[in-house]
């Protein structure tokens, strides 16, 4: 995934963003073609589940818990 | 006793005679300020020393204690706080030009638990330009180096910290963790270091650049010491709302119970993936001998680690935010690690954002999980041993990667997923390198069980190869 330069001028420009000069845009560029490769990684990971609302299916059984003595 | 001695014995051993009046922090004081005069040069290991105000405090200590006014084990005793914890009147730069002439107004709270317990403060410590990094290898005061191996780098963010707790220039270091600052600087010196649970111990007077996932913590040269450092530390902060209500546990009480009967997860993934070989000699050797105290060792799988990398996209945009009346006043004051990697926060979408921290919670429920299944994991601390300051890259399995800015998440990877799950995580020295540099095993507990991994590093240390070495340069050779 890749994302030009004309559009990261865009968003500092639209968005209030800190002026990067041309030379400052290469030092930049590897954290961000690193945050982007991150995110390209997520893309096939299904996230809608995600809700607060999803308990964790963890042992209710708490005489099975290893700190209580018991095999889980 | 010549003043060499007092400065290797540990806390522990110092307490008592403290106590009992036969040694007084005067003169415990000024064997540590000595150890100053003579390490600094060395070591670079502090930003500011603070001799007249050690000096001062050392004696109100000591009248406290003619008074019959003994306040514990940290009476008297010298420590390190790092350079982005709040001093009140005492100049804190963060490591950074940008702020080399702030002055706080008042102690952040574990600094003045701290002074309340007794102890002296020795000066602010060396650290990476903002916390923001590993190495230590600070562009404006200069880099922190390794007691073990001076052309080394002693880890970071907290270099100055553990520096000077291995070359027993302090007892005590307060450092911080927002991705494994205590830990790695503890990995690279051979020395303890906790990232206690998120909310066990207040944030308030820490210089933060993300709410999500930044410790105080204690770095100390042994395990019943770090359990002292903690156990003045820790509690409920009322005005901070990261502090989670919770009573404080003595974090001595379980220790000398021994492993038998506990249950050591391995992880078959992620942490073990990419190891210099001598370290993975000595964690194995370790879990060894984890295994021959009486710990079973169970493996264990962790697949949502395969996302890990997605765990530093907050902590990108929090730092723009953080830095953004920093970057408009006085860019030209930053280096160019800082303020390249900062600037590149600016691009990151709240969607990604929000993805990364549905990939957290993922990750903190596969922790739960597993510890359900087991009382405590153990890692390495680092995947290497402490690399050469002027190194720009580190080599695993014939890759380079590089240790400073995008990519250096590598040096990071084995302490930085505790600071997103907020599971209590500390490294203990396991060994050496080839080479003779130090290495950490990492035990990760559940929440609020720091006593519990205090009891099996304490079981461990009295069996580890590193028991009883010192660096050359505490001697003087």
């Not at chain 1, 994302?3 to 845009?25: C, K, N, P, V």
């Not at chain 2, 330009?129 to 880890?155: C, K, M, Q, R």
């Not at chain 2, 073990?272 to 105290?293: G, K, M, N």
């Not at chain 2, 399995?397 to 040096?411: F, K, N, S």
């Amino acid at each position: 995934m890749a994302i030009s330069d004309e559009t990261l001028r865009a968003m500092i420009r639209d968005f209030h963003g800190f002026e990067i000069s041309d030379d400052e845009m290469e030092l930049v560029r590897p954290a961000i073609e690193s945050y982007l490769a991150e995110v390209e990684k997520l893309r096939d990971l299904d996230l809608s589940g995600v809700m607060s609302s999803r308990l964790l299916r963890a042992s209710e059984d708490t005489a099975s818990h290893p700190k209580n003595g018991g095999e889980s | 006793m010549a003043n060499s001695n007092l400065t290797n014995l540990t806390i522990s051993e110092l307490a008592p005679m403290i106590q009992a009046r036969e040694l007084s922090p005067v003169e415990l004081t000024e064997a540590a300020l000595e150890q100053v005069d003579r390490l600094q040069p060395v070591l670079n290991s502090f930003i500011t020393v603070l001799q007249d105000q050690a000096r001062e405090q050392a004696k109100e200590q000591e009248a406290a204690l003619m008074r019959g006014e003994y306040r514990g084990p940290l009476h008297g005793i010298p420590v390190g706080i790092k350079d982005n914890i709040d001093t009140g009147g005492i100049r804190t730069t963060v490591g950074s030009r940008v702020l080399s002439g702030q002055v706080p107004a008042e102690d952040a709270l574990t600094v003045a638990k701290i002074k309340e317990a007794g102890a002296v403060i020795l000066g602010k410590e060396n650290l990476e330009e903002f916390a923001a990094g590993s190495t230590s290898n600070n562009l404006h005061y200069g880099a922190v180096h390794n007691p073990w191996n001076p052309d080394h780098i002693p880890g970071g963010s907290s270099g100055g910290g553990g520096a000077n707790v291995a070359a027993c220039v302090t007892f005590a270091s307060l450092g911080t963790d927002l991705g494994g600052s205590v830990r790695g600087p503890a990995n690279f010196c051979g020395i303890v270091g906790m990232k206690q649970t998120f909310g066990r111990v207040s944030q308030r007077g820490l210089q933060v650049t993300s709410f999500n996932g930044d410790h105080i913590g204690p770095m100390t040269r042994s395990v019943a010491d770090n359990a002292l450092v903690l156990q003045a530390i820790a509690g409920y902060d009322p005005l901070d709302p990261s502090t989670v209500p919770v009573p404080v546990p003595d974090f001595s009480e379980l220790l000398g119970q021994g492993v038998s009967g506990l249950k050591m997860g391995i992880p078959s993934n992620y942490y073990f993936d990419f190891l210099h070989p001598d370290t993975e000699a000595a964690v194995r050797r370790a879990i060894s001998a984890l295994e021959e105290l009486g710990a079973e060792a169970v493996e264990v799988s962790l697949p949502m680690m395969e996302y890990a990398g997605a765990l530093r996209i907050p902590g990108m945009a929090d730092s723009v935010v953080t830095h953004e009346s920093f970057l408009r006043d006085s860019r030209d004051d930053y280096g160019p690690t800082v303020l390249y990697r900062t600037l590149a926060g600016q691009f990151v979408l709240g969607r990604d954002y929000s993805k990364a921290m549905k990939v957290q919670r993922l990750v903190k429920e596969e922790y739960a999980r597993v510890l359900q299944d087991v009382d405590f994991l153990v890692t390495p601390s680092s995947p290497v041993p402490a690399w050469r300051i002027d190194s720009e890259t580190v080599s695993i399995d014939g890759d380079d990667y590089p240790v400073r800015g995008p990519g250096a998440g590598m040096t990071s990877r084995c302490t930085s997923p505790s600071n997103a799950t907020g599971l209590p995580a500390m490294s203990i020295p396991c060994g050496f390198s080839q080479d003779g540099l130090p290495i950490g095993l990492q035990l990760i507990g559940r929440p609020f069980e720091e006593p519990l991994l205090y009891r099996v590093a304490h079981a461990y240390e009295d069996v580890s190869p590193s028991r009883g070495r010192r660096p050359a340069v505490v001697d003087g050779s």
